[in-house]
């Protein structure tokens, strides 16, 4: 029994869905499913770096073995996002039972609902069906995204045949968090991708918006836990590259401000791989803005200053003079610095930089789960664990963080600070 589909909204906001399977498929479709409030269970043995790293952050809940008949009790909707066809139409038996819609990523034909081609553009949100036929959906959903976005001239149509003519790589900025924050060139890019190299950082919900024969390779590197060896990276891109694709490494900020962008246009270079670089919105300048901070202000500060702190500054491997950023008067921001914070405040206090110099903390900045913590330089580093900031976030110190006080978003007190207000 055939139809054309009922298109239809779902409010999913407290409800639990259930996600089968935990590798490329899952990590794209996961992202839209927390955006709408839904309540995650994810049923796999295994998962990608990505959706761990959703379970550590408390997003969503993991049981790590075989889908059960029962783990679709109470639920509205369920994915299966394996390409077993016997367990998926197992998956699929189970639900019909119980009357809960099932998306099948194996078998559009056998599931009774389809994930649409989706773009979002502030408060509207599109959702394309193109009668079974993804490519014709996604070709619509980014002539419809183009004129949202009011882009001058003829619109064309996403997505070349690959594997035809000479492969190439673009390293591509994805921003702070927030997806409307990548350049307009850097989602072409990506919508014209045969393949997507893709870290922990970059704003899930990009990955939702593929082509769904884009091959998705999760490149996540969770701060102090598992990571995939830079080398295999780069071997990943010559690789796909010299076989005729068109590859975007996706990476969260900019691709050169602590990006290992480098490395990876030299690996290509080295192979005779071209390369496309498309600067991000980077975290240094964007975190501190979300949360009320300019880096530079008339009459405060005049220089601003980068430096990463995922090497203790007492480590032989450190290359950064923080005896000298002690003495400087601008603004100061760490990345990656919150697990040596401690150590990163008592050698800038040691060297003379003002204990009560003020200090701003922004985890997650620009994204639904922002928080932002203000101090000063004496106390941040107990503040942070009192009230358990965790990464990715951003560390500011100067006379900055003050500079707005009161005209921009409020922040979680710390005890060196008389702010007030919640995160």
Known sequence: MSGNPYPLGLRLAGRRVVVVGGGAVATRRVPALLDAGALVFLVAPELTPALRAHVDAGRLHWAPRRFAPDDLDGAWLVHVAIDDPLAAASVSAAAAERRIFCVRADDRAAATAWTPAVTRHGPVTVAVLGGGDPRRAMAVRDAVRALLEVREGALTTPGTPSGTGPGRVALVGAGPGDPELITVKGWRLLTEADVVVADRLVPGLLLDELRADVELVDASKIPYGPSRAQEEINRILVDRALAGKFVVRLKGGDPYVFGRGGEELLACAAAGVPVTVVPGVTSSIAAPAAAGVPVTHRGVAHEFT??????????????????????????????????????????LLAHGKPARTPAAVVQEATTGAQRVLRSTLGAVAADVAAVGLRPPAVVVLGDVVDALAGAGPAGIPGSGSGSTGQG
């Open 306 to 347: 980068v430096v990463s702190g995922h090497v203790a500054p007492d480590s032989p491997a450190s290359l950064v003079r923080w005896d000298a950023l002690a003495g400087l008067r601008g603004t100061l921001v760490v990345l990656m610095g919150l697990k040596n914070l401690a150590a990163i405040t008592a050698t």
